[in-house]
C-alpha cells in the first residue's frame, strides 16, 4: 500500500479508525471510522501471504475487521474470545498463512482470513509466557516458524513455534 496503518481505539462512542500514511505524499488518509473497537489496545497483524491486515478488539472485545491491499476496510465475523493487546495474541503462520491466536486463558485458535473461519485448536498452548506480560513475537519466513521473547530481565526467554495443518508441533 505504500505507507503505515495505523488503528485507533474508540475514542468515544463515535468509534475507532483505521488510517494510512501515505510515504510519497507524506500525508494520513483515513480508511474508515465509527468502527466499533475498544477504546485502549486494539491491535493489527499483516498477513504477508494473503497480503492483508486483520485488526480490532481493543478492550477485550469480539470485533475483527480486514484491510486488503487496496485499503477496502471490511467487517469480518467476531471472534470466539476477546481480542486486544493484553487480551489475545494474534501473529500469523508464515508458511500457511492462516493467524494464531492464544488467549489469555491460554485457549489455543486458528483463524482463516481468507474462509473467515474461526477453528479452536486442541492442543494446549505450548509456550510459557503470559498475554500481556511483555511478549513480542515476530514470523520468521525463512524459516517456517514464529519468534516469541518475553522481556522479564534475567528471566527473558525465546520460544520459537512452528505450525503444522496437522496440529502443533514445539
Known amino acids: ?9 474508540a475514542p468515544s462512542e463515535g468509534g475507532g479508525a483505521v488510517a494510512l500514511f501515505n510515504a510519497v505524499a507524506q500525508k494520513w488518509n483515513r480508511l474508515a471510522e465509527r468502527l466499533p473497537m475498544g477504546r485502549a489496545d486494539p491491535f493489527i497483524e499483516y498477513n504477508p501471504v494473503h ?3 486483520i485488526l480490532g478488539g481493543g478492550e477485550g472485545r469480539r470485533e475483527l475487521y480486514k484491510v486488503d491491499a487496496a485499503g477496502q476496510v471490511t467487517r469480518l465475523k467476531d471472534a470466539p474470545i476477546g481480542l486486544g493487546t493484553t487480551h489475545a495474541l494474534v501473529t500469523v503462520d508464515p508458511v500457511g498463512g492462516k493467524y494464531l491466536v492464544i488467549a489469555r486463558d491460554r485457549s489455543f485458535y486458528e483463524y482463516d482470513v481468507a474462509s473467515d473461519a474461526w477453528a479452536a485448536l486442541s492442543k494446549a498452548v505450548p509456550l510459557g509466557f503470559r498475554i500481556g506480560q511483555n511478549v513480542i513475537e515476530a514470523p520468521v519466513t525463512t524459516y517456517g516458524v514464529v519468534l516469541f521473547v518475553t522481556a522479564a530481565g534475567p528471566d527473558s526467554k525465546v520460544y520459537l513455534y512452528k505450525h503444522t495443518e496437522s496440529g502443533v508441533r514445539r
Open 1 to 9: 500500500m505504500g505507507g503505515l496503518l495505523l488503528v485507533a481505539g
Open 51 to 53: 497480503k492483508v491486515v
